[in-house]
């Protein structure tokens, strides 16, 4: 039975990552039968093809939350939860920064009491520095820049699959 | 263009002996503002302010002549990391309103509206890609 994607108007994620020309999806392992981490292109689940530059909305997968999208050369973190705070919300952190005195800084760039989004500007400055590429415009989305899906894996892989629509 | 209003913002501090903690290499410009915004917090505690009106008169320049790139950057960068540093070391956020340019304190307000939830993020959006709220987002 393939896995229900659907693709709607509301929450704007911005695509501005290079040539996505590929989209798959990767998710959470344990989740899915056959979709594993090591799938190279999980069973079920269909890619889409989108050509040139185009902005993706509010990718949602029916009973799981955490996933990646990944493009040719681009992986994103998809957590697929309400924006705005609630008993489910629970942001994704941004990857952990190998230089110390930057995650420093990106340790101070979350908003107290914060329920919003990722909670602050820790996830642009982080990807910044995990990734040394440019991070897109258009910030409060999960993009993960170039970083690779072995090292996004991590994230999605020790998250509950807590909230949220389906 | 992001380089160019980054650099012409750096360039201010680094001027007074600051330095981005990182390679250039290893960074970008929401990391570099971040350490930017450290820098200032820094200083308003105690000061010396002398670069103060330098730094948010570009900010104020780049806030009227940039596009929503550079926008993005500087008011979910900058401007932002200004408030959450500055709320995470009990800083009072209204002792930067003095340093704020009218297109400056607007934005401080929207940031300041969107996290007390008067302002949408998608109003946030638009307000920082220069549209009104109900447009189309750009591509």
Redesign the interface.
């Known amino acids: 039975m393939p896995t229900p994607i659907t693709s709607t108007s509301g929450m704007?994620v911005?695509a501005e990552w290079p040539a996505p020309e590929a989209w798959q999806l990767w998710q959470r392992p344990g989740c899915q039968p056959g979709l594993g981490p090591d799938a190279a292109r999980p069973a079920g689940v269909r890619t889409v093809t989108v050509p040139g530059?185009?902005?993706m909305w509010d990718l949602t997968v029916a009973n799981d939350h955490d996933f990646c999208v990944v493009t040719v050369n681009t992986a994103v973190l998809v957590h697929d939860c309400p924006?705005?705070g609630g008993p489910d919300w629970d942001p994704v952190k941004p990857p952990r920064i190998q230089?110390p005195?930057?995650q420093s800084?990106?340790d101070?760039?979350?908003?107290?009491g914060?329920s919003?989004?990722n909670g602050?500007?820790a996830t642009?400055?982080?990807?910044?520095?995990a990734?040394?590429?440019?991070?897109p415009?258009?910030?409060?989305t999960w993009a993960a820049g170039s970083l690779t899906i072995r090292e996004l894996r991590p994230q999605v892989s020790t998250r509950p699959n807590r909230c949220c629509r389906s | 263009m992001i380089d160019e209003a980054l650099t012409e913002i750096v360039d201010v501090v680094r001027r007074d002996g600051w330095s981005h903690p990182a390679a250039a290499e290893e960074t970008g410009p929401y990391s570099v503002l971040a350490s930017l915004a450290l820098h200032l917090v820094d200083l308003s505690a105690a000061g010396p302010f002398a670069l103060f009106p330098a730094v948010f008169g570009a900010l104020e320049r780049w806030l009227a002549r940039g596009d929503a790139a550079i926008r993005n950057v500087l008011i979910v960068g900058l401007i932002e990391d200004l408030q959450n540093i500055s709320l995470n070391r009990g800083i009072a956020l209204d002792s930067w309103e003095e340093w704020l340019g009218t297109r400056s304190r607007d934005a401080w307000d929207v940031v300041m509206g969107m996290w007390a939830g008067r302002v949408t993020p998608d109003a946030l959006k638009a307000y920082v890609e220069g549209r009104p709220a109900d447009a189309e987002p750009t591509t």
Do not use: C, F, K, M
């Open positions: 704007r911005d530059a185009e902005d924006l705005t230089n005195e930057l800084i990106a101070q760039l979350y908003r107290p914060a919003i989004g602050g500007t642009p400055s982080a990807l910044d520095s990734t040394s590429s440019r991070v415009n258009g910030l409060r």
